[in-house]
């Protein structure tokens, strides 16, 4: 915001030529109206829970007033609804971390094989109908990385092929080794993304045209957070897709080397 006020001022201020002035004066408003619009996005996308949230603890209190029986499953509900509305402002605070430079690492030796395998297990309450299907590596792998960070971007990656996918779809994970590289891919049955569309999922607020926030909400930060935390990984993060028949996301992370997760095999002596 202060920004934009900034920037205005110092079009106001420094002496242009009329043309340049126009130029900097539509490229302000261009930022204005992106602002505006990601403003009313994100507010929509905060309150669609908090309305079911409310309604649900105002049953409760209601309940327990009477001293009624209370069913577990609404209080379940209700958490489900605050982890989506704490989820979305973490998303919010990762992204503007980032853009600061402010979003920390703390890398250590990890087995991702054992990662991918927690992150399905703690997944399972949001897999409804879809049935996922992990295919796990022969031998552990093992990768120096941030674990809370790198489950961010499994997590989001398995919560779009779900998001994306219809109801009943398998989603196959697969991790296995390529190389000096630690090779994962998410493959759904989904929604796809338009060819001209792929390059800029991972930019900050990029939706694909082919999804409304009616249909599918978000807010365009779970892959532009993704790939700044895997690259700074040293690894890659990219999708092959076609519209109506699925995506594939793979991300590439360079294995630690020198290091393994088993003890070394003896070798007999000569
Ligand atoms: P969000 O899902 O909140 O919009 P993301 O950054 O995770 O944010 O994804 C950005 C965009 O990439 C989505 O809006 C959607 O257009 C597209 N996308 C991501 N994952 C998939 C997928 N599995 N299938 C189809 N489109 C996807």
Redesign the pocket.
């Known amino acids: 915001v202060l920004g934009i006020g900034v920037m205005i001022e110092d079009i106001t201020d420094r002496k242009l030529a009329d043309e340049e002035r126009g130029r900097l004066y539509r490229e302000a408003q261009e930022a204005i109206r992106v602002r505006d619009d990601f403003l009313s996005i994100a507010s929509h996308e905060l309150k669609t829970p908090l309305t079911p949230l409310s309604l649900r603890l105002a049953t409760l209190e209601r309940k327990l007033e009477r001293g009624e029986h209370v069913d577990p499953a609404t209080l379940r509900h209700a958490r489900q609804h605050l982890l989506r509305i704490t989820g979305l402002i973490n998303?919010l605070l990762d992204a503007s971390r980032i853009e600061a430079g402010r979003l920390a690492l703390h890398p250590e030796a990890t087995r991702l094989d054992s990662l991918v395998e927690h992150v399905l297990q703690a997944m399972e309450v949001h897999r409804g109908s879809h049935t996922v299907h992990f295919e796990r590596p022969h031998q552990p792998l093992l990768v120096r990385a941030d674990p809370y960070r790198l489950e961010q971007v499994i997590a989001?990656?398995v919560?779009?092929?779900f998001?994306?996918?219809p109801d009943g779809g398998t989603i196959h994970v697969e991790l296995h080794q390529r190389g000096d590289v630690a090779l994962l891919s998410?493959k759904?049955p989904?929604?796809?993304?338009p060819p001209d569309?792929q390059k800029l999922?991972?930019d900050r607020y990029?939706?694909?045209?082919?999804?409304s926030s009616r249909s599918?909400?978000?807010?365009?930060?779970?892959?532009?957070?993704?790939r700044d935390i895997v690259e700074r990984h040293g690894g890659r993060i990219w999708?092959e897709?076609e519209v109506g028949r699925?995506?594939t996301?793979y991300v590439a992370l360079p294995l630690l080397v020198g290091a393994t997760a088993e003890p070394p095999v003896e070798q007999p002596d000569r």
Request: charged share 15%; aromatic share 16%.
């Open positions: 998303d989001n990656l919560e779009n092929a998001k994306y996918s998410v759904d989904g929604i796809g993304i569309q999922l991972f990029f939706r694909a045209r082919n999804v599918y909400g978000g807010l365009g930060l779970g892959l532009y957070i993704s999708v897709s699925g995506s996301f």
